[in-house]
């Protein structure tokens, strides 16, 4: 088979890069040519993984064509996805997000369980396969669970995510606890990030019941008020956005994560969307959403319903 080129979403989080190292690492275990790569730049709190369990970032991907042969992990909307998605073959899918806006010309391996990370259906593969993690890609295995649970807080995590990051944990000889909350702390340091850079570390344009274009961003923090003293420049790179992408709504959580809620900014002729589903009043484009920390199990699915 030619090579296999393995790659996470847009704005990659610890699961993406995570989940296509880890990805490349078994195809090429079984016999199969395969590389990572990544859609963009990798994040504090990923680097901060990579160096811990001293692994490389993978090269950065723009495009693909019609000769590449690829593998989608931790997404598989084409919004998400790389250039010219269409034009290349989409060997296998391994992913733990809805599926929507995908369709393939061919058969293909899709593997899909609704848990908290794409780590947590890999390691199944690599038992299933009969293949043993390393060490170092355990560890980044269980950053990335660590990273799409919140050190297992948020309420996309499963028993499942949580039992395979024990596992993982063992392999890899380390303390969950200890080395979660280091590595979520590293990606909530944002003082060298630009505002517009801000709205861009972990973005999902999605469309919501077939009409509004809305791009939800998220950034985690220890302190919402510090981040909203940015508030003003935030709003108007997202109204360059707003422009630019042609959006009907931009919603920016900034996330405590030591208290697992969020403050919203919430920009676009259709913020009111936020308001009714949430039951807040908008209040110079932002409101607090309590309890609110998911983006794919509290946000899109409750923006869906209340937008149809
Ligand atoms: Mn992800
Ligand atoms: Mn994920």
Redesign the pocket.
């Known amino acids: 088979m030619e090579k296999l080129l393995v790659f996470?979403?847009k704005s990659p989080?610890t699961?993406?890069i995570a989940s296509s190292i880890a990805m490349a690492f078994l195809q090429t275990k079984l016999g199969n040519v395969a590389e990572p790569r990544r859609l963009g730049n990798i994040s504090k709190e990923t680097e901060y993984a990579l160096n811990h369990f001293k692994i490389g970032a993978p090269e950065l991907l723009s495009s693909v064509t019609e000769n590449d042969n690829i593998v989608l992990v931790?997404?598989n909307e084409a919004d998400q996805s790389v250039e010219n998605i269409e034009k290349a073959h989409i060997y296998m899918v391994v992913d733990h997000h809805r599926i929507s806006n995908f369709q393939t010309a061919d058969p293909l391996y899709y593997y899909a369980e609704p848990v908290g990370c794409t780590c947590t259906i890999l390691y199944k593969l690599f038992e299933q396969n009969n293949i043993a993690i390393p060490v170092d890609v355990a560890g980044l295995m269980l950053s990335a669970i660590i990273s799409?649970t919140l050190l297992f807080k948020s309420p996309t995590c499963t028993d499942l995510d949580r039992t395979t990051a024990e596992k993982l944990a063992k392999i890899s000889n380390t303390d969950i606890n200890s080395y979660g909350l280091a590595m979520l702390k590293a990606g909530t340091d944002l003082s060298s990030f630009s505002e517009e850079e801000l709205v861009n570390l972990d973005a999902k344009v999605v469309t919501i019941a077939d009409k509004i274009k809305a791009k939800i961003s998220q950034v985690n923090t220890a302190d919402i008020d510090e981040v909203m003293t940015r508030k003003a420049k935030l709003e108007e790179a997202m109204n360059k956005d707003v422009e630019s992408l042609g959006l009907d709504l931009d919603l920016l959580l900034i996330t405590d994560i030591i208290n697992s809620n969020s403050q919203a900014i919430v920009l676009g002729s259709h913020a009111n969307l936020v308001e009714k589903s949430y039951s807040v009043k908008l209040e110079n484009n932002t409101a607090f959403l309590k309890g609110i920390v998911s983006r794919k199990k509290q946000v899109i699915p409750v923006l869906t319903s209340n937008a149809e």
């Open positions: 996470g979403h989080d699961d993406s931790d997404h799409d």
